[in-house]
């Protein structure tokens, strides 16, 4: 007969994760969601005021919550017609590698089926979205301060 010592081995615990549309995402977990994730990198997170009006002038906010701690969101423009731009998907880093956000891009895209999805991908997760299913592509453009226009 055989013998195994479990104290050795760490148990995998998948989480319940809960997704759902709010409209009263606070400041403080949409920060803290941020940070957690790595998005807050490049976001203006030291900004409360614009953090807030961030969510104040989203059309469509998924989140994800584990238990009732936010870890992921996702926040959309749209006119829920033709496009939908997802501007924010942010997974906590502990979370990451569990499907949370290809079910928050399922759940975003899910409330707008007739608009085409678009996004702008991090450096870092440019090789994520196509393993999903999503098309890249090539063209994007930037404008950051209208004095640049010609």
Not at 43 to 67: F, H, K, S, W
Not at 113 to 140: D, F, K, N, W
Request: charged share 25%.
């Amino acid at each position: 007969m055989n013998t195994c010592c479990w104290e050795n081995v760490t148990p995998k615990i998948t989480p319940m994760i809960t997704y759902t549309t709010e409209e009263t995402l606070t400041v403080a977990e949409f920060k803290d969601v941020l940070v957690r994730s790595t998005l807050g990198e490049r976001r203006p997170i030291d900004e409360p005021d614009r953090l807030q009006e961030m969510i104040a002038q989203a059309d469509l906010i998924v989140t994800a919550r584990d238990n009732g701690k936010l870890v992921g969101v996702a926040r959309s423009i749209s006119d829920f017609a033709y496009c939908t731009y997802l501007s924010d998907l942010a997974v906590d880093r502990t979370y990451q590698k569990q499907g949370i956000g290809k079910e928050l891009i399922r759940h975003t895209k899910l409330t707008a089926p007739q608009a085409t999805l678009y996004l702008v991908s991090a450096p870092a997760a440019i090789p994520y979205y196509p393993r999903i299913g999503m098309e890249q592509y090539e063209h994007c453009y930037v404008l950051r301060k209208v004095e640049q226009l010609k």
